[in-house]
């Protein structure tokens, strides 16, 4: 690769002489360091006019990875959708399927895995993750507050989980688990007028898997 070279001009106080001045130790001539990619300075000079200047030129474009939703053939992933509030959690998943098809995830490499709630998400996720099949993992639930703190550990837990299986298992686990105060805002939100975070959640694993595929091998 070649190095990224970057110039500057560096201002150096006047020597004058007196106590607690700085040394007259440079030459008054102004020039630049340039500094390589390799971290070896190159020193060619200094400017002691005491004029505030510096200039910095960068010679190759930093890289941008972003994934593509696009570039979806040969990518699989599983969908782990909790049962319980089937409610909701079904259109979610309706919602996530038809977004795979629109961006032309073939059927045949989308599994969808069951769990009774939304607390055995994470531990499945894991496994999955673990099996080294999916380039990404969906993770869908609904979790309504009710009068007690069990939604708390409930929600706390659904988002630690999905997060300790995507750091465990080296493998993007996108966190589509709705929480909300009542079943009026997880219907809003899975297909009603706030949209479907399951569709949204599938555009969010198709990036990432795409990411992981193409970029970060």
């Not at 409610?87 to 032309?104: H, Q, R």
């Not at 531990?123 to 099949?133: I, N, P, Q, V």
Request: glycine share 10%; proline share 3%.
């Amino acid at each position: 690769m070649a190095s990224t070279v970057l110039n500057c001009v560096i201002s150096v106080p006047k020597a004058t002489g007196g106590r607690g001045d700085f040394p007259s130790i440079l030459p008054r001539n102004s020039a630049s360091v340039s500094f390589s990619s390799s971290l070896k300075p190159q020193l060619q000079g200094f400017s002691t006019d005491g004029k505030q200047r510096s200039s910095f030129v960068q010679t190759e474009a930093v890289r941008h990875l972003v994934g593509s939703v696009t570039k979806t053939q040969g990518l699989r992933f599983a969908v782990v959708v909790a049962r319980f509030n089937e409610i909701v959690t079904k259109p979610l998943l309706e919602g996530a399927l038809e977004t795979f098809s629109k961006y032309s995830v073939n059927e045949e490499d989308i599994d969808v895995i069951w769990v009774p709630g939304c607390f055995e998400i994470g531990l499945t996720a894991e496994r999955l993750g673990k099996l080294r099949k999916y380039h990404a993992i969906l993770c869908i639930g609904a979790v309504i507050r009710g009068d007690t703190s069990h939604y708390d550990a409930v929600a706390n837990s659904a988002a630690s989980g999905v997060l300790s299986a995507g750091l465990n298992s080296g493998v993007p686990c996108i966190f589509g688990v709705l929480t909300c105060d009542d079943m009026d805002q997880a219907i809003n939100r899975a297909g009603g007028k706030a949209g479907n975070k399951g569709a949204e959640a599938a555009l969010t694993a198709i990036e990432m898997a795409s990411l992981f595929e193409h970029h970060l091998q």
